[in-house]
């Protein structure tokens, strides 16, 4: 595709031409601030092969949490309405399975298929030096939203 704002000869240059949604990013930046007030700012690098592997590791360990957490709390649940003498108000009998469904209720590295910066890295990265410095604003007395 020629665009129209080419120079003559610069319609095949790859500096003037290329994609919209490029693959590659040069940097990605998240800084904060508030009126005289500066926070702090994170720049993201590239990700490296173990910080991914780490990142997969940790989100498997919340999801085995989160699927033990929400099991006990079935549990619980079922052992409370059994007490009131309520666990079978439909004459069914109990022996339904837990209601855990990995597919909805996991965490997961978002889809970079683009490049960019997933919910996991955020979290992790910016917001660990964010939430301090909100929270020192709070205690001034100033109001902040994150």
Known sequence: MIRTWCKEGEQYDDDVKHDRTRNECCLQFYGCFRYNYKGPCHVYYPETKEEKAKAEAHLEELNRDTKIRDNKLQQQARSAL?????????????????????????????????????????????????????????KKGIKVHL
């Open 82 to 138: 059994n007490e009131l003498g309520e666990s079978d108000a439909n004459l069914r009998k109990s022996t339904r399975k837990k209601q855990y469904v990995p597919s909805t209720m996991d965490y997961k590295r978002g889809d970079r298929g683009r490049g960019g910066i997933d919910g996991y890295r955020h979290r992790e990265g910016a917001l660990q030096k964010v939430v301090p410095w909100i929270k020192s604003l709070e």
